[in-house]
């Protein structure tokens, strides 16, 4: 009886103690702590497969970290795919595995990652100002997250929260007209513009680069392969033009019966100037380039240094004249040769419909597109009856409305000249709109 008691109590002393836990301690189950894990990561953009999830699990029993550390960084090679998804990781593992280490302190430097102390209970750290107190292990915390059919107040759920936002505040603001959106709205409108993929089509530059299905045999590169075959020529390497991004030039009418459509096509401005290093201009009654107010990246410096260099805001419209500046000053020698030229105004001229219709004739003759933006093409009743649009019509390659978040995806693909948003010009089967005709 002595030895049978002796034996059991040593094997469920020994137990006890290898396995870390105290007799009654629920022990958290791997699978559901990884499973949560990946369901969190997945609702907050990180596309994480169940085949990813489990590599994580076998590299966790493989490594057996010991360190928040160790473990943030098992995830973050297993889980992970793109460098644009770590923001969210770091988001997601810090709700999760609840210790007070911060991932930033030794992001790049795995050598280090693991911490000198650590937030578990009963151990020692640092103290000092700026030390965040000790909060619960990393496996007890994760138990008391809610997995994939779960549901709590606990924090896990900003990721989720942070990401409904997102596209509830998209989705709201995609179909309202700029005109229609208060200043609040305008301000989410900001960022969710600034976020929208410019795309300029490629042109062919005069430099060249190998490639095996070029057009071209580069000799040189030749003769010098065919060394390694005796002086015989076997390989013929190729080589043809590189493809660069066409410049991007944007006028954007900011006269008054354009005024409520100025802001939102500003933050347009802003993001291409960033973005593509796009050629930026306003124009009321006179032409004023924007460029360098708007190459800021702190978008409320740009608006405001973009607003007190156009003295005519809200102003009349002339916008012959101010394309006459554009061609004398800056299309003819070489900023719009080539480029794609995009063009904000509803089309309202007070000067001579004529004067527009000869200048876009000189810049279609220096641009490789043309594209017109008008916000009140929008309206079904709409009919590009004014003087100036009907000018400007023969000479425009895509005439899109642009008047709202959802509309700007047409602007978008008539910049990169996709088909079907244009209307082919300088073709012989060109079809013109009846107005333009009259």
């Known amino acids: 009886m002595s030895s049978g008691t ?23 189950d791997l699978a559901d702590v990884v499973t949560a894990f990946g369901y969190l990561l997945h609702a907050a953009g990180v596309p994480v497969t169940p085949e990813r999830s489990g590599r994580f699990a076998s590299v966790v029993v493989a490594a057996a970290p010991r360190t928040e550390g160790e473990l943030y960084w098992l995830g973050r090679v297993t889980l992970l795919t793109g460098m644009e998804q770590i923001s969210a990781y770091d988001a997601v593992f810090g709700q999760v595995f609840r210790g007070w280490w911060d991932v930033a302190d030794s992001r790049g430097d795995t050598a280090s990652a693991a911490p000198t102390a650590r937030g578990r209970a009963g151990e020692q750290r640092p103290d000092g100002p700026g030390v965040p107190s000790p909060a619960p292990s990393p496996s007890a915390d994760a138990t008391s997250r809610p ?5 709590g107040d606990s924090d896990d759920s900003e990721p989720n929260e942070t990401v409904l936002a997102t596209a509830s505040s998209q989705e709201r603001l ?13 301000d989410e409108l900001r960022a969710l513009i600034g976020a929208l993929p410019l795309a300029p089509p490629l042109r062919p530059s005069r430099r060249r680069t190998r490639h095996r299905s070029g057009d071209e045999v580069d000799l040189r590169a030749t003769l010098r392969r065919a060394r390694r075959s005796g002086g015989d020529p ?15 030039v944007l006028l954007a009418d900011v006269s008054g019966s354009m005024e409520s459509y100025a802001r939102p096509y500003l933050h347009l401005l802003h993001g291409a100037v960033r973005a593509t290093h796009a050629e930026a201009f306003v124009f009321s009654t006179q032409l004023t380039r924007l460029t360098r107010a708007l190459a800021t990246h702190d978008p409320d410096l740009a608006l405001a240094q973009a607003a007190a260099a156009a003295p005519d805001w809200s102003g009349g419209t002339r916008i012959g004249a101010a394309l006459k500046v554009f061609n004398d000053e800056y299309g003819r020698r070489g900023m719009a040769r080539g480029a794609v030229v995009v063009i ?5 001229e007070h000067d001579d419909p004529a004067l527009l219709g000869e200048q876009l004739a000189r810049l279609s003759r220096l641009a490789a597109r043309i594209v017109w933006v008008n916000p009140r093409k929008a309206s079904p009743q709409y009919e590009p009856l004014a003087g100036g649009m009907a ?3 023969p000479h425009v390659d895509a005439f899109v409305s642009g008047h709202s978040l959802g509309a700007l995806d047409e602007v978008l693909t008539a910049i ?7 209307h082919g010009r300088g073709r012989a089967a060109r079809p013109r709109p009846a107005a333009a005709r009259r």
């Open 6 to 28: 002796s034996s059991g109590t040593s094997s469920g002393t020994s137990s006890g103690t290898s396995s870390g836990t105290s007799p009654g301690v629920h022990r958290p």
């Open 147 to 151: 997995g994939p059919d779960d549901s």
């Open 174 to 186: 995609a179909g309202r007209d700029f005109s229609a959106l208060s200043a609040e709205e305008l």
């Open 234 to 248: 076997v390989v013929a390497i190729r080589r043809r033009r590189r493809l660069r991004p066409r410049r991007l």
């Open 344 to 348: 904000v105004s509803d089309g309202w």
């Open 391 to 393: 000018a400007a019509l």
């Open 416 to 422: 990169s000249g996709d088909a079907g948003a244009t």
